[in-house]
């Protein structure tokens, strides 16, 4: 064997002649293998020769030798169906594998209302829904109609409005995490 494994890592490294690849059938298929059909073309090794001297090489071996497994045949008895275990269910999976988690379409569906409200604020204005402004309390209840978000608690001053069409930066806070929880809600399981 230590002589196979030698002869081996002399073909790898290239020290054998074309002549004594030829004569070992084994060496010439395995340099068939590693270097490819052109390889043997060139050192004037043709492939029918060496699949030649394989064939006889194993054919000269006597008897079962040939790694073959013989299965004993003691008759012995299949499973039937029925003595199987049964087979594990798959429930939990799926409620997850036919549609979105209850978490996402409520995060679909808040994004999807708080993006419809900001922008309902900014271009019409919570104002005309909203009937707590008086002009006792402040001189432009009429025309500031927009809702600043952080004085939300003050509707009742001036300082809670403002005209519509100004953007502010809880608009724009706002108008992010709306979308953001719209997009979480989409990536979630589907």
């Given at each position: 064997m230590a002589d196979d494994d030698n002869r081996l890592k002399e073909l790898l490294d290239g020290n054998l002649s074309p002549q004594e690849i030829a004569d070992d059938p084994v060496l010439a298929s395995l340099a068939e293998r590693i270097y490819g059909t052109d390889f043997l073309d060139r050192v004037g090794i043709t492939r029918g020769e060496t699949k030649r001297a394989l064939v006889e090489q194993f054919s000269e071996i006597e008897g079962d030798d040939l790694l073959i497994d013989i299965l004993p045949d003691d008759d012995l008895p299949l499973p039937m169906p029925s003595d199987m275990p049964p087979n594990?269910?798959?429930?939990?999976?799926?409620?997850?594998?036919?549609?979105r988690s209850i978490q996402d379409r409520l995060r679909m569906v808040g994004g999807s209302l708080g993006l419809l409200a900001v922008i309902t604020n900014?271009?019409?204005?919570?104002?005309?829904?909203l009937s707590v402004c008086a002009t006792e309390v402040h001189s432009t209840c009429g025309e500031s109609l927009k809702l600043n978000w952080v004085e939300f608690h003050r509707m009742d001053?001036?300082?809670a409005w403002s005209p519509t069409g100004s953007i502010g930066i809880p608009d724009v806070i706002l108008t992010i995490l709306c979308i953001a929880n719209i997009i979480y809600g989409l990536r979630g399981r589907n």
């Open positions: 594990p269910s798959n429930d939990e999976f799926d409620d997850l594998s036919t549609g900014l271009f019409y204005g919570f104002g005309n829904f001053e001036h300082i």
